[in-house]
């Protein structure tokens, strides 16, 4: 019951928003409470159209939005007079009655009046006053229609108009030079609104001190290999049928030769013989489809280059499979990473991450000469400023005081605790400052923040969970996000809507879209929704409205068709058992590595030398041949045997001649027997060639014979008057061979 509640408010938004969308042309997003589902930036200047409307609000979708907004300003022509009390809406309405008719909206605490700005007037400005706001242009409004927490916004008819109305759509008032010169009077006469400054988040007001580790102990490093390339890593539990699902979804990308030998090299890593891979890949090779302009080749020559390409992969040495390494817990927790990454502070987890990887601890000094030293080749120097100019409230900078030895000293013991010791200026592999080689400003120096203090500047909760990131995987903005989504994937495998995957990331659904793409080991499954349709329900499954992609109907023999309420009734009639199919989010795994267990080699026997040739007689089977036995007289006694006449063969006709011998393949670059099929395939090929100007598509000499020897001289002739007479023929030697062979001349 709650199902078919929700998609009865989905569809009575929908129908409104299409109906304000036609009759009023305004620009309509999609919201998740009262914030913005969707970047609106370029629906200020545009309005969406029909279609994606439909893809944002079409209640067939998996993901379904419960509210939608209206933008105002010029995009719409619309501004709107947001009350906030009911005291200020009633004061209104009693001043400027003409602008309150059949254009407020109810909402939670007020109202909202809806005011059309032709295009000959000048558009106001946003403006905020007393509990009341004039919502213009950058603006928007919850419009009719949606629910948020349990609240539907609806029209307001009055108290003698019958109270609210959801499904009747409001009719906009359009405002005169006049009325907008009162709503101005009338505004600048209420008490401004006054501005109350953002809360700072909580940040530290002292530094915290390092946790120093205990006496014997050093300071933990992470265990990280250098280099870590999760595409080429082993997946745990590969199957024949993952290699053959990589390659059908790579070759359309990445070429149909270069994806075969990529997956036979990675079976090859995975200690699968060359003969499975010829079995499990030879065939999809030969069944892929060629790319456009492609010449063509015939299947044993496409079985050929499938066998080289697959032994030339089997030619390489077999390539070590690296384990994951699991996680470190001296790394950010996730918490933070997607944090900054929505704040578009990648170059602060760049540093932080390289510089505890480089091993300077929780609490311990740097300053930026030395994080530019220690992270060279990974982290430029001026994604390092920027970094640190992100952090600096959380950095704890220490004031710029001299140093002890190159500087004087100073007396506070506790500063000098806190002042980099000679053992760390050795550790960090610097030079010590001195007064004679370094004048001048002395270095900033910086504290290593905790986990504990970035979370609580950030204001997120310091979670446990901290996925793996290497060296490697610090070099690029790019990198970083790539390797925090696929760590994801990894580590929870799970359907997930692609909104969720991009807010972790603080990017947009395409980058996410190409992450997945470019990474071979991310699987992504395609699923499906099914509902059965009977007389009963498929009027409400079912509704009629635009198609959109996602959505099929499926009978018990796996045909799909179109939602259409008159289709599936004509499944029903026929009793073929239809189901309404809707397309759902997409589950995602990824390619788990196995144990590198290698296998046990046997220690090499030297093969024994061949036993030398002989020449061996051939067999020769031996006949016995009798004499010819006498023939028996057959007239009188004494007289000799007539003699035997062997029977006449009939004298050929006039008319018979030879039967014709099918020339083979290579008879056909000669010319055929018959001067007259010859002079036709002659004349078919000069007529194919004037009709097309791509020389790839032109006849050769052997085709034409081929078709003249195969079908006869008058199917030909009479397919070529077809062909002559059609137009706009892209192949037309192609386009003969068919009616030859369908028989249609």
Known sequence: MRYYQDFNHKQALYDLIQKYAVTYGVSIIPTNGKRPAVRWKEFQQQAPSLRVLDDFFNPQRFIGYDAAAIITGRVSDLVVVDFDTRDAFYAFREVLPDL??????????????????????????????????????????????????????????????????????????????????????????LPRRSPQPPKAPE???????????????????????????????????????????????????MGRNNTLFYIASLGRDHYFSLEEMKKALTRLHIQA????????????QRRREAERTIGSAFSYRRQAIRQRVLGNPDQLPNTVRETLLRQKQTDAIRLIEGLRLKGIGVGEPFTEREAVEALSGIVGRYSIRGAIEGLRGVLQPSPHTPLPAAYGGTDDIAFKSSLPTELSWRKFGVQKPDKTTSPGRPPQIYLMPSNENLARWLSVKNS???????????????????????????????????????????????????????????????????????????????????????????????????????????????????????????????????PTIRPKIQDEVPAKPPPPRRFKLPEVNYIEIKPPSKPKSVGKKGSPPKPVQPPL??????????????????????????????????????????????????????????????????PVVKSMEVVRKRRNVRKPIGFLSTILRCGDY
């Open 100 to 189: 309150v008719q059949e254009n407020v909206i109810q909402t939670r605490r007020g109202f909202h009046v809806y005011l059309h700005v032709p295009d000959h007037l000048p558009m106001p400005q946003s403006r905020s006053s007393k509990d009341v706001d004039l919502q213009g242009p950058g603006r928007y409004v919850i419009m009719q229609g949606s629910k948020i927490d349990g609240f539907s916004y609806q029209r307001y008819l009055g108290p003698n108009g019958g109270g609210v109305n959801q499904r009747l759509p409001l009719q906009f008032h359009e405002v005169t030079a006049a009325d907008l010169e009162k709503l101005d009077d009338y505004l600048a006469q």
């Open 649 to 714: 063969k009939p004298a050929p006709r006039a008319g018979d001649q030879k039967p014709k011998q099918r020339p083979d393949r290579e008879t056909y670059r000669e010319p055929l027997p018959n001067a007259d099929e010859e002079a036709l395939a002659q004349r078919v090929r000069e007529q194919i060639n004037a009709m097309t100007e791509d020389p790839q598509d032109r006849a050769t000499i052997v085709a034409t014979r081929r078709l003249v020897w195969r079908h006869k001289m008058g």
């Open 289 to 300: 489809p060629p790319p456009l302009k492609h010449p063509h080749e015939t299947v044993t």
């Open 464 to 594: 446990k969970i901290r996925d793996l990131l290497s060296l490697d995987d610090l070099k690029s903005a790019k990198r970083v996000r790539q390797a925090l989504h696929r760590r994801f994937i990894e580590r929870k495998p799970d359907t997930y809507n692609l909104g969720l995957l991009q807010y972790r990331l603080g990017m947009c659904r395409r980058t996410v879209q190409n992450y997945n793409n470019e990474d071979p080991m991310i699987i992504r499954t395609i699923q499906f929704h099914t509902t059965a349709l009977d007389w009963e329900n498929f009027k409400y499954v079912m509704p009629d409205f635009r198609p959109h992609p996602g959505c099929f109907i499926q009978d018990k023999y796996g045909n799909r068709y179109p939602y259409q309420s008159k289709i599936v009734v004509e499944l029903l009639k026929a009793r073929k058992e239809p189901r309404y199919c809707r397309q759902i989010a997409n589950h995602y795994r990824y390619l788990e590595p196995r």
């Open 203 to 253: 940040r530290p007001s002292q530094p915290v001190e390092a946790e120093k580790p205990a006496e014997g102990q050093s300071a933990p490093a992470a265990p990280m290999p250098e280099s870590i390339l999760d595409a080429a890593q082993s997946p745990d539990r590969l199957t024949i049928e993952d290699l053959q699902n990589l390659y059908l979804r790579f070759a359309p990308q």
